[in-house]
Structure formats: structure tokens, C-alpha cells
């Protein structure tokens, strides 16, 4: 297996490198080669020395607010899809348009629509008389991580809506017959009967989905660099400046062990749920 | 189940709501590539203007900055698909039809490469290639880039593959033909339709990935949104080059999930959801 082996190579050096390296003192600016042995001091700094907690609950409010979010507007726009009225699939390929493009031009968009001084959504939201901070929206601390958020949002939701669509189309019509015979209709239908058979599509979504929030990267640094302070500062973020601004490797391999427990952790859980009944 | 025309009209008006949240933030930026650099930031708005292409010719003809970055991201995104492919359809071809054990462990491996957060991997890849002096090179860039697109490809290229019936290739064992031949003058030309909507998804993963180009490239082989980001850096961020560039890493990827219509579920969720 060719590329079984390719990963490996790709793989196996960065693990024993992180392992390793968590356990020594090493800043790139001052040595190319890891200086001396400090035992766990490493995995200390990264709570003393980072804003590991602050990123940690950045990441997970992201996570699960944003999958959370996505899924149900995604859901609501797959209902829309699924009625049935001509035009479905031109309506369908321009929906799909913000999944093309790159997060970090989302980020671009997105920058420009948050100006407070001419952008579209600051303006949009200072029609409706809802109040902007003189710094804007990304420069405010209580509205920054929300923000960047929302554009996450908005390039993600059409994925919902078009993945819950296709979960929706393989319903058959029989049962929504049958259920529509024994008298379920509107919310009775879509809670008992929808919804339950969405379900292994939806647990895709929401695995795919959650891991990525969780690993946001691009849009915080076009959008916000993590700031202001630390307000939306996310894990991978954190790790990014450690390692590739800072250049601690050591306390940046340490956090990377960390995040990589944490994510195998979750994977775990998730592929018991996701992939209970599947086939291999 | 046919819906009155009343129910039609309120669905459609819905949809329009819709579309307009999702394609106004995009139109906007076009516009942003198109406008006059003095009614960028109006307030209000100005939504009419006489459209020009400035910012284009500026970015990509005269000087052209941009237009090497444009071609750099090419070479990367097509070296990365082609790289990945050989290896993911041998993957791919082995995990659906052969009896591996721990065939359940190989695919949950190459998923769980994908959720890892990429950053990971780059600091000691980072190191690495500084030691070996390859950093800014395309090579180092495709190489990384594996660590995405061979997973992902596996993935999607075993679903088309165990739709293949097998029954052809069993045939064609009896006749003597060994798992090789097997691959080559049966599976292949079957799969064909999923190698092509594979290297679609390897060539848009590959194209808007930022995070390897960005600590891996350099000024001669940065790719066209890492170069975008450098107006950023500039005084007086000059939005309309932003703009104009954006607009051409928009591109590609739109018209290749125009062109792949109804394999967009599958290549997004990896295969799992055959759409």
C-alpha cells in the first residue's frame, strides 16, 4: 500500500518530532537545534504562557454554537428544497456557490463588509438601529468572535442545506404516505418521521462540520488575528502563533499533543455515533 | 402532494430570500474588483457605478504582480492532484476489494488525518524542510499537501469503486488475469467517471488551502491568495487589487462545482452520502 506508506512518512516523523520536542526547550530565534531537557515545564507554559483556555473555550463555543447554527438553517433551507416546485436544481447550484470558495477569501469578503466605515453589514445593521462600537465590529471584544463566526455561517450553511436535501430525496414516499394516512402532518411529520430518517446524514454532517469548526484557522487570521486580547482567538490559531510568530517549538509541540489528544478523543466518540451501522 | 399557488409563491419568494443572503456578500465583492477606488467605502453604499477593470489590469497585466502567483497556484494544485492520485486509486482499490484485516482501522486512519487540524502537521513539516532546504519550493508545498488529498481521495474513489460490480473482475480472474491487469484494464476504465470527480475535489481542496503556501512558499512561489494577503501589509489597504485577485481564486473552483452538478454531496462528505 503505496501511499499508506507515503502518509506514514509523512506522519511518523511529525509524531516522533512533537513527541520529543514537548519534552525541550527550543525557540527557533535563538538556536536551530532544541536546547536543553525541561521535563512537563512545557506543557505548563502552554496554560502559563498561552492563552490555551481562553483559545480552548473560543473553540469550543465556535464548535458548537456554529455546527448547531449551520445544521438548523441548513435544515430549514433543505425543507424549502424538498417542496417540489420547479427550478430546484438552479436554485440548488447558485446556493452552493459560498462552499466554493476559499475560507480565507471568505475572510477577505467578510473583512470588507465589517468596516466601520462603509462596510455593507455595519451599514445594514446600523439601518435597523442596532448599535455598532466606534471600533467596529471586529475590533470590539464582545462581538468579535461572533463575527467571524457568522461568516463561517454563511459559507457553511448551504452544505447543511444541500446534505440534509439529499438525506430527504432518499426518504421514501411510501412512508410519507403511510404517515400521512395514519394522520401525522406538519411538525408531528417532521419530528417523527423526517427527522429520525435524516438522521444518519445529519450524524455526517454534524461530525464533518464539528472537526472543521473546530480547527478553524483561516478566517480568524484574515478576519481577526485572535483578537481583540484573546476574544476569538481558537486553538489552531494559538498553536500557529506559538510555533510559526513566536517560534517556541517546544511549548507549541507540547500544545500540539494536547489538541491532537483532544481531537482523537472526539473522533472517537463521534465515529461510534456516525458510523455505527456502517459497512465496510 | 400539489401545492396551491399561494404556497408556490411564498416557497419562491423564500428562495429568493435565501439566495440573496448567500450570493449578496459575493456580488459584492465583484463589484468591489469592478468600482471606482473612491466609492469603496461610501457611506451610504453606492450601488451604481461605472464599472471598469483597473484593478484587474493593474494586478494581473501592468504591472502583473499577481499573475505569476495565479500560475504558481496551478502548478500546486495540479502537482498535488496528480501526486495523489496513483496512490489514493491503489488505496482505494485495495480497501474495497480485498479481504484486508484491519481494513475498518486503515479507513478510519486516513479519516481521522482529515479532522486533525492541519497547523499540526506544519510546524515539524516546517522544520523539517528549513533542514533539508526545500522550503519555498512547489515540491514541499505538493508534498504537504498529500497529507489532505490522498485521505480524501481514498475515501471518495473507494465509494465509486465498490460500485463497480465485482462480478466483471471475477470474471476476468477465472480468465487468468492477476489483480494488476485487473485494476488496470477493468476497475480503471469503470471508475473513470469517480477518478475524474476525485481530481475535481483534490484540485479545490488543493487550490483553497492557504495555511501550507502560506509558511511554506516564498516571494517567487507564493500562491495567489497568500499573495492577496500581502496588500493587507501595504499602507492603505488597497481593496480594489484585494478584490480583483479574490475574484480570480473564486474562479476555478465555482465552475468546477458547476460542472460537477450532482457529485457535490458525495465529494463533500468524502463519499459517505452518495447524494
Known sequence: ?280 | MALKTYEKILIYLAWIAVLLFFLTPIAWFWALALRPQATAFAMPPVFFFQPHLDAFRYTFLDPGVNAPQLRNSLIVALGATLLNLPFAMAAAYALSRFRLRGKRFFMLWYLSLLMAPPVVYLIPYFILMSRLRLTGTYFSMVLILQTLTIPMSVWLLKSFIDEVPVELEEAAAVDGANWFVRLVKIALPLTLPGIVVTSMFAFVFSWNNVVFPLVLSNQRTMTLPVGTMNYFATAGITWNYIAATSVMAMIPPMIIFLLLGRYIVRGLTFGAVKG
Request: glycine share 8%; hydrophobic share 55%.
Open chain 1, 1 to 280: 500500500m503505496p501511499s499508506f506508506l507515503l502518509l506514514v512518512t509523512l506522519i511518523i516523523y511529525p509524531t516522533f518530532f512533537v513527541i520529543s520536542n514537548s519534552f525541550y526547550f527550543w525557540n527557533l530565534q535563538t538556536s536551530p537545534v532544541p536546547l536543553q531537557f525541561v521535563g512537563l515545564k512545557n506543557f505548563e507554559l502552554v496554560f502559563t504562557a498561552t492563552p490555551f483556555v481562553d483559545s480552548l473555550r473560543n473553540t469550543l463555543v465556535i464548535a458548537f454554537v456554529g455546527t448547531a447554527i449551520e445544521f438548523w438553517l441548513g435544515m430549514g433551507i433543505a425543507l424549502l428544497l424538498n417542496a417540489g416546485v420547479p427550478g430546484t436544481s438552479i436554485f440548488r447550484s447558485l446556493l452552493i456557490m459560498p462552499v466554493t470558495i476559499a475560507p480565507v477569501v471568505t475572510g477577505f469578503l467578510f473583512r470588507y463588509m465589517y468596516y466601520r466605515e462603509g462596510g455593507l453589514v455595519t451599514w445594514l445593521l446600523l439601518q435597523i438601529g442596532a448599535p455598532v462600537s466606534s471600533r467596529g465590529l471586529l475590533g470590539e471584544e464582545s462581538t468579535a468572535l461572533a463575527s467571524v463566526l457568522a461568516a463561517d455561517v454563511w459559507q457553511w450553511t448551504p452544505f447543511a442545506a444541500i446534505l440534509l436535501y439529499a438525506g430527504l430525496l432518499a426518504i421514501s414516499d411510501e412512508i410519507k404516505e403511510a404517515a400521512r394516512v395514519d394522520g401525522a402532518s406538519g411538525w408531528r411529520m417532521f419530528w417523527h418521521i423526517t427527522l429520525p430518517l435524516v438522521r444518519p446524514t445529519a450524524a455526517i454532517f454534524i461530525m464533518l462540520r464539528f472537526m472543521q469548526l473546530f480547527n478553524m484557522f483561516d478566517l480568524v487570521l484574515v478576519l481577526t488575528r485572535g483578537g481583540p486580547g484573546t476574544s476569538s482567538r481558537t486553538l489552531a490559531y494559538n498553536l500557529y502563533q506559538e510555533g510559526l510568530a513566536n517560534y517556541n517549538i517546544g511549548i507549541a509541540a507540547a500544545m500540539t499533543v494536547l489538541i491532537v489528544l483532544s481531537v482523537t478523543l472526539l473522533i472517537n466518540v463521534y465515529i461510534r455515533i456516525a458510523f455505527k451501522e456502517w459497512e465496510w
